[in-house]
């Protein structure tokens, strides 16, 4: 498999513009994750789905931020308008599966390379 | 509100040496506990995962240890190699499906 794969790699756009993060998480798994990296505050869940439907969105910093999972193999990040502070690593990570047996277990999340963006 | 610490910030280390990196949570009612290395500029992996009911776990040179009574980790690499320098990072997977990552340990072993 080839892992999870984002795209941009990079991104620099201006402030006000519009900027789509994307992802494709790795086959077969039922958890896909947004991170967001930044020197300041470190390594932040934004939003995870379970089963291409959002669970939980409250680490979504405000309403520019929008996530759609349209089908298994595809997620969106959209900022808009984008604007200096949201300059950052954005990660995507995906996990087969968190409930095993009945009981919470957890399992390893795969990260993506990431998508390095600057707004200007 | 769970928090995860990391200590050291940051360590440098001669190759060769035994290191131990530390991690601690403040809300013991954890699923699991992962390590994770992050190299610059790309994405993190996994180096080992603790499920809650768990001590310890082992690959290769590194061994991670889970106390959840007293909220604390330690990850344990022998015979560190240039190689090892990454940033290591602790995540607690919490209720809510939740995972929350401290801020690293940035580490440097010199040849």
């Known amino acids: 498999d080839a892992g999870v794969i984002q795209s941009p790699r990079h991104e620099v756009t201006e402030m006000g513009q519009e900027v789509t993060l994307r992802c494709k998480p790795i086959?077969?798994?039922?958890?896909l994750f947004w991170y967001r990296q930044t020197m300041m505050r470190g390594l932040e869940l934004l939003i995870y789905?379970?089963?291409?439907?959002?669970?939980?969105d409250s680490g979504m910093p405000e309403d520019r931020f929008s996530a759609k999972m349209p089908n298994a193999s595809f997620s969106t990040l959209k900022i808009q308008p984008s604007e200096p502070r949201d300059s950052a690593v954005y990660f995507c990570?995906?996990?087969?599966?968190?409930?095993?047996?009945?009981?919470?277990?957890?399992?390893?999340?795969?990260f993506g390379p990431g998508t390095r963006l600057l707004v200007l | 509100k769970q928090e995860v610490t990391q200590i050291p910030a940051a360590l440098s280390v001669p190759e060769g040496e035994n290191l131990v990196l530390n991690c601690s949570f403040t809300?013991?009612?954890?699923?699991?506990l992962q390590w994770f290395r992050q190299d610059p500029g790309k994405g993190l992996t996994s180096l080992l995962l603790?499920?809650?009911?768990?001590r310890e776990q082992t690959s290769g040179r590194l061994n991670a240890s889970l106390d959840k009574s007293s909220g604390r980790s330690t990850l344990y690499i022998a015979a560190s190699q240039p190689g090892d320098s990454a940033t290591y990072l602790c995540?607690?997977?919490?209720?809510?499906?939740?995972?929350?990552f401290g801020a690293g340990t940035r580490l440097f072993v010199k040849a």
């Open positions: 990570a995906s996990s087969p599966r968190l409930v095993a047996g009945g009981r919470e277990s957890g399992e390893t999340q795969y």
């Open positions: 086959s077969g798994h039922d958890y």
């Open positions: 789905f379970n089963n291409n439907v959002p669970i939980d």
């Open positions: 809300d013991s009612a954890i699923y699991n």
């Open positions: 603790i499920q809650s009911s768990q």
């Open positions: 995540a607690v997977f919490t209720g809510g499906f939740k995972t929350i």
